[in-house]
């Protein structure tokens, strides 16, 4: 700590540190476009000067940048000086010369930092007269608007787009006072991430294009705090609902996880919400011939209840994308021994190996906040881009740890990013990717493998063995293999902070079990080594930890085919799962078929709701509140944005009714979230610190709720006044501490429970300086969100034996390996139209030389028989992937039409038109 | 007490001064034209609707009588979907003309607003739009502003350059 | 005609006339205030307005006759009784004219005296029965300038007594036939008034309804026709008070040239009139101002008029 005199005034700051994010933290409001707590300073917007003096005698100081200079024991600074004033409201002026008469129709409007700038600095009048320079706008695909005129060129975009998330299709362009920011031609931004140009650009020159189609300003929107459900990191959002539809996502900092970005999936998918295909009434029929018919909440349960009660024998099947009490309730309704999870048999067992490995292991799971900080990475099959795009994100920046030591070593301070990218060049910190195929992370890795997931896992473990003689050596291991392995051991051992990372994208439980050795191996020769899985679902881990048996056991219950007779079941509760996604077609149709009564719990309709007897409307995530457990373990909770019209309600509260209208003996029912969760805490291992992961409903703050809406919502007497002239009394929220209204706690809440950052005179998200301890950190009160599962200390653990054999070419067959896409794979996101645009469409990816064989070239027809159910054929265009190795064939398996494919898998791949060659 | 009587005086007095009172229905009162009355949405020269639909009025609004949607037509030009004022709630405090930036909302001297139902007193765009440019003539939002719109591409509106030359390398 | 049909028909006659005035006058005070106040008044309704009566009088009686839960609601119903019964009793001791009046009783003046104190328990009791802060500090303030103002009252008569030598009200208007006792009695008369209009609660004196501070004080939870009884009561009050100035100071139904009755008549119209236009110019005290009016000047007016009244006739007599 260090002492510095801000207009004569000590305080303590943090030494080293720059004097802008120093005095905002201690809550001066200093204006400033070019910083930006994640991206650094460069120094060149000069919006944030400031006087410096040498001494206690100096009168007359010098200007100086803020954000250039740091804080030093004992500095003289000030902020009020006349001259240092006068210097920044001549900078806002320069910047608004050319800035246009927009506000009105711009989307940034009421939420721009440039518009808070200019207040803060008194520039109130224009007294440029001459002509405004313009552009020519650029369609930068549909996400993300472009409106070139309202630039002030703080290149704050490039440098998150560049620098920050390794974007290479858009660069500031031209000279002069005619610097463009855009992409070489018209087109849609590469980037995963591209969304967060709309956060980091100051005013509006990049806005949410889908926002556009049905805007709303930002103190018309209701929110909430929330957790994105589209992969399973659990990044914290900030819903907007108006109007009764929910219009967008924007990031909601969380130090521990998000930080101040979010990514595209996570913040365009929201739109299924809105979707054609949501379920809003009951619907049942009595014959499987007829069409389902709408019925009322009423009859609907009072049928359920009747079939409850008749004796029927049921089973519940769960789902990794409905929340924690969701699963709960259903497995209360049905009993634990006949609750199955919603996941194949295949996920069931990779979630249960890292479960365990997380658990029993002495390897950490890292926060992503964590995964910045870690110096050394091995990703072992991950496509994290597509599975896990913010742990890519967060990978980017860790590749920066160690060449930032360089950068210490010559004295320049961190932030300083420009001198620091500049010190340290082209070095960056060692990053290992061992993948299926190609990977958008490639393009910083410090070497690259390409196999099989076997090949992987056999890499890992020659890794693991490297690192430790006493891991178990891995038979066979070409000389290339075994140098790599050396190497990526080398590197691992060498770093503070090594990272293993590892997940389901090869479906592969020796890929997770190899990368879990690599962690173990790192643990027990002492290193502090990390380990971190990308799960596919919001829920993923949550739902795993609940347990139940695996969808094909359930399915074989039904078909009375199970091994053991324990159970019999001819009715089952499907919840929030699309059963299409996660089996194989044939064998859900057969399930399906042989049950007596099919009843489905979810928001959106899909192939099995089409196929049920009964359907009952859930909320999505905008409309129920529930918690999540992200694959770090960390358990969090979502709170409900608005209410949906019509039945909807949440899951939880259809099995509460199931169970009520049964009779089912229960002393008292759940009125509110708080007590399924307590129940849930109360019944499951390992789940007790839910209770802790927000406040309860009972939560107040001075006797008040928290608003859901800002203290500026408008509309209120009028928005409903065309469907009757009396205003509704606001819905009353016995689930959250939250209020459906404009009244409540006017101040900060707890981070669990904030639903906006507004903070008096920054009305743009920048408003989060105000919510932190310190600019850039945690937030105030602590990061959200409660830690489920922590490490055993080192050594426990023996190393996994089961190392697979060496890949080998079959001839005539085809190794069927997993290809991940980011958009379009999600079952949820790719009903969002933004999205469904960008969404990869289905093809067969094969090796050059393989394809060649074939006589196949890129666009070709192609068709795909599995070995295990020749009867399937699938007729893909077939795309050329030279990373792939020959013999192995890639699918994009989670698109729509080729979803519930279980790979890896043996398989025959034919030109169409072609014989089968023999 | 004198004071008292005095002012008794007075008042007794003005029994001989002429009444101030306007009869109202036999006999119209003249309302001057910044009369904050009935409230209606103006066109701009061109004839076309100016509210951009910048919810500054339903902000600035204090019993949040106004709500609005913004939508875009295809060439980028913003306007209401739906702008519905709740007169059974509005107080006549001018503030959403004060807000307009583009002078399209507008109140006028018309007050005879008495309904039996109070649903007639919510109006949407149909009955608050009208065919002139009210009380300001002559402004056109869109021709200042740097936003393109049909017939009006960038560098064409009020003190504008032609658009940059991406692609010129001349310093 | 038998003396009993007489002395009914002089009742109703005199309670129907006083009803009706009373009723018309919440016409005649509106329009006086308008007259005075630059404008028209009620002109709307009927000829001149003058059905505006039967509206509100329709108006009253259609209210919702709401007795409040949480009210005393024996005494609430009650209260607005008795300040029309005490006041209208009263009215039995005024001499209209000679052959028109209710009972020519001795003691006249003391009864009409004894009712206008009983007046106070109504306004009280409404108050305080209505179980509301407003109605309780109306109550309150009732009580205190009441029994302040009709100390002064009843003393300030006693001129009048012992000029006329007579607790009578007909032989006190025949004392004057030579002089107005306004003259003889100015201190009196002046007195009188003050605690006259204080005890109608006129203003400037109604600082148990004030409605700029105590909503509608004492009556703040009355509606309907319990509501109309005050009010009736009120304007009862008013053309009480100003049928005793008349008897008292102005000659009651003495006059040239008219008959007896018109001569009442007009002048306790033009005393009402006078009461109106205190209304339209005087502003409302403050209570300590009020009570300091009633016990620092106004008390030690009515000792002096009384003594100087009493040394003259001591005098005079002797």
């Known amino acids: ?918 | ?171 | 005609m038998s003396e009993l049909a007489l002395a009914w028909s002089n009742v109703i006659l005199i309670l129907a006339v006083v009803f009706s005035f009373a009723a018309l006058l919440s016409w005649i005070e509106r329009r006086l205030l308008g007259v005075w106040q630059d404008r028209y008044g009620p002109n709307r309704v009927g000829p001149f307005g003058l059905l505006q009566i039967a509206a509100d009088a329709i108006k009253l009686l259609s209210k919702e006759d709401w007795v409040p839960p949480f009210s005393e609601k024996a005494l609430f119903v009650l209260a607005p009784v008795i300040i029309a019964v005490t006041t209208l009793l009263a009215f039995a001791v005024v001499p209209v004219a000679p052959g028109i009046g209710v009972v020519d009783l001795n003691i006249g003046l003391l009864f009409f005296l004894a009712m206008s104190s009983l007046g106070v328990y109504s306004i009280v009791l409404g108050g305080w029965a209505s179980n509301n802060k407003y109605s309780l500090l109306g109550g309150f303030r009732a009580a205190a300038q009441m029994l302040s103002y009709e100390v002064f009252m009843g003393l300030s008569l006693m001129g009048v007594v012992m000029l006329a030598g007579s607790f009578n009200l007909r032989d006190i208007v025949a004392a004057q036939e030579d002089l107005w006792f306004c003259i003889p009695q100015i201190l009196g008369f002046i007195t009188f008034t003050v605690a006259g209009i204080a005890e109608a609660r006129r203003l400037p004196f109604d600082l148990p309804e004030a409605e700029n501070e105590l909503v509608a004080g004492f009556h703040t939870e009355y509606s309907s026709m319990k509501f109309g009884l005050f009010f009736i009561g009120e304007y009862v009050g008013v053309i009480l008070i100003s049928a005793m100035m008349v008897t008292l100071f102005f000659g009651g139904w003495l006059g040239p040239l008219l008959p007896p009755l018109m001569w009442f008549l007009l002048k306790t119209f033009i005393v009402i009139g006078f009461f109106i236009l205190l209304r339209a110019s005087l502003p409302r005290p403050r209570y300590d101002q009020l009570m300091a009016y009633a016990w620092k000047v106004m008390l030690p007016l009515t000792l002096v008029n009384l003594l100087v009244t009493g040394a003259i006739v001591l005098a005079w007599k002797s």
């Not at chain 1, 006349?82 to 009105?104: G, K």
């Not at chain 1, 990794?320 to 209360?332: K, V």
């Not at chain 2, 930036?101 to 507008?106: F, L, V």
């Open chain 2, 1 to 171: 007490m004198w004071n008292s009587l005095k002012t008794m005086w007075t008042i007794f007095l003005h029994m001989f001064r002429r009444r101030v009172t306007i009869q109202y229905p036999d006999e119209k009162p003249v309302i001057p034209p910044r009369w904050r009355g009935r409230i209606i949405l103006s066109r701009d020269p061109d004839g076309e609707e100016r509210c951009v639909a910048c919810y500054l009025c339903a902000a600035a609004c204090p019993v949040d009588c106004i709500a609005l949607q913004a939508t875009e037509d295809e060439y980028g030009r913003r306007y209401p979907s739906f702008f519905r004022i709740n007169f059974s709630r509005c107080i006549f405090c001018g503030y959403c003309e004060e807000a307009c930036p583009t002078d399209a909302i507008q109140l006028t001297p018309d007050f005879e607003m008495g309904e039996y139902d109070r649903k007639n007193l919510v109006y949407e765009k149909e009955d608050l739009l009208i065919d002139g440019t009210g009380k300001y003539p002559g402004y056109n939002f869109y021709r200042v502003a740097g936003l393109a719109i049909k017939g009006k591409d960038k560098g064409d509106a009020q003190d504008e350059a032609p658009p940059v030359d991406l692609h010129r390398l001349l310093p």
């Open chain 1, 1 to 918: 700590m260090a002492t510095i005199h801000i207009d004569n005034r000590p305080y303590p700051v943090k030494e080293g540190e720059n004097l802008l994010q120093q005095c905002l933290s201690l809550g001066f409001n200093l204006p400033y476009f070019c910083w930006h707590p994640a991206l650094g300073s460069v120094g060149a917007c000069r919006q944030c000067a400031i006087k410096q003096f040498k001494n206690e005698e100096d009168k007359h100081g010098k200007i100086v940048m803020a954000c250039m200079t740091p804080a030093t024991d004992g500095a003289r600074i000030s902020i009020e000086d006349p001259e240092a004033r006068e210097f920044r409201a001549s900078i806002i002026e320069w910047l608004m010369i050319n800035h246009p008469h927009d506000c009105p129709v711009c989307d940034e409007g009421g939420e721009c930092h440039l518009q808070d700038m200019t207040v803060m600095t008194g520039h109130t009048y224009r007294r440029y007269r001459g002509r405004k320079r313009t552009f020519h706008n650029q369609n930068l695909g549909p996400l993300v608007n472009h409106e070139m005129n309202r630039c002030i060129q703080c290149y704050r975009c490039t440098r998150f787009y560049r620098d920050y998330a390794g974007g290479r299709d858009f660069d500031a362009l031209v000279l002069r006072n005619e610097v463009y920011f855009g992409r070489h031609q018209d087109g849609t931004l590469e980037s995963e991430f591209s969304g967060n140009l709309v956060e980091v650009c100051p005013t509006g020159v990049f806005t949410d294009k889908s926002l556009k189609q049905h805007y709303t300003r930002k103190w018309d929107f209701q929110t909430a705090p929330s957790v994105c459900v589209h992969c399973g990191l659990g990044c914290n959002t900030i819903p907007g609902e108006r109007y009764g539809t929910l219009r967008r996502i924007h990031n909601r900092f969380n130090g521990a996880v998000n930080g101040y970005f979010l990514c595209d999936r996570g913040r365009y998918g929201y739109d299924f919400v809105n979707s054609e295909r949501r379920i809003r009434r009951p619907a049942l029929r009595n014959n499987r011939s007829e069409p389902l018919q709408p019925i009322s909440k009423g009859e609907a349960v009072q049928f359920l209840a009747e079939l409850l009660a008749n004796g029927t024998r049921i089973i519940g099947i769960g789902s990794p994308r409905a929340s924690i009490e969701a699963n709960f309730a259903l497995r209360t309704l049905v009993g634990p021994e006949r609750f199955y999870a919603g996941v194949s048999e295949q996920d069931g067992r990779l979630l249960a190996s890292m479960l365990d490995i997380l658990g029993q292991g002495p390897a950490r799971s890292p926060s992503l906040h964590e995964v910045e900080l870690a110096d050394a990475v091995l990703v072992l099959g991950e496509d994290v881009t597509n599975t896990a795009p913010l742990l890519a994100l967060a990978l980017r920046q860790s590749i920066r740890r160690q060449p930032q030591k360089m950068a210490e070593k010559m004295h320049i301070p961190h932030w300083n990013d420009h001198a620091v990218r500049a010190a340290v060049q082209q070095e960056q910190g060692p990053l290992f990717i061992a993948a299926i195929a190609d990977t958008k992370l490639d393009d910083v890795a410090t070497e690259m493998f390409r196999g099989v997931p076997d090949d992987l896992a056999r890499l890992g473990f020659a890794v693991a063995h490297a690192i430790d003689p006493r891991a178990p050596p891995v038979s066979d291991l070409p000389d290339t293999m075994r140098t790599l392995a050396d190497t990526i051991a080398k590197a691992l051992k060498a770093a503070g902070r090594p990272l293993v990372v590892s997940g389901m994208g090869c479906a592969n439980v020796a890929v997770i079990e190899a990368a879990a050795s690599v962690a173990w191996a790192l643990c027990n020769t002492g290193h502090a080594a990390e380990l971190c899985f990308a799960v596919p679902e919001c829920n993923s881990l949550g739902a795993a930890m609940i347990g139940g048996a695996h969808l094909e056991l359930a399915f074989e219950t039904v078909l009375g085919t199970a091994a053991y007779t324990g159970i019999a079941a001819d009715t089952v509760i499907i919840l929030e799962n699309d059963l299409y996604h996660r089996a194989d077609a044939a064998a859900v149709d057969r399930f399906l078929a042989a049950a007596r009564n099919v009843v489905v719990i979810d928001h959106i309709s899909h192939a099995t709701s089409a196929r049920a007897d009964v359907v009952l409307p859930a909320g999505t995530f905008a409309e129920t509140d529930g918690t999540l457990v992200n694959n770090e373990g960390r358990a969090q909770r979502f709170f409900q944005v608005f209410v949906p019209q019509g039945d909807i309600q949440e899951s939880w509260r259809w099995a509460q009714d199931l169970i009520t209208a049964a009779g089912a003996d229960k002393d008292d029912p759940w009125l509110n979230l708080d007590q399924v969760t307590a129940a849930c805490a109360a019944s499951i291992p390992g789940l007790q610190p839910i209770l802790r992961a927000a406040p309860t409903a009972n939560f107040r703050i001075g006797g008040q709720k928290v608003p859901r809406q800002p203290h500026r919502y408008s509309g209120r007497t009028a928005m409903l006044a065309n469907i009757d002239v009396h205003e509704p009394e606001p819905p009353e929220d016995p689930d959250a501490p939250l209020s459906f209204s404009m009244e409540g706690y006017p101040n900060h809440p707890p981070p669990a429970l904030n639903p906006r950052f507004w903070a008096p005179g920054w009305n743009s998200v920048q408003a989060l300086n105000k919510f932190q301890d310190e600019v850039g950190g945690a937030l105030t009160g602590g990061d959200p969100g409660v830690r489920l599962i922590e490490p055993l200390p080192a050594g426990k653990v023996g190393y996994f034996t089961n190392i697979p054999s060496a890949f080998e070419r079959r001839a005539g067959e085809w190794l069927v390996v997993p290809l991940r896409h980011i958009f379009g794979t999600e079952e949820l996101s790719a009903l969002a139209p933004a999205l469904a645009e960008l969404a990869a469409k289905p093809y067969l990816a094969l090796n050059p030389d393989d394809a060649a064989e074939l006589g196949l070239a890129t666009g070709d027809d192609s068709q795909l028989q599995l070995q295990r159910n020749p009867g399937q054929k699938y007729r893909l265009p077939v795309r050329l992937e030279p990373g792939l190795q020959r013999g192995s064939a890639g699918l994009p398996v989670g698109l729509p039409v080729l979803a519930g494919i279980a790979v890896p898998a043996w398989g025959k791949v034919t030109g169409v038109g072609q014989e089968t060659p023999s």
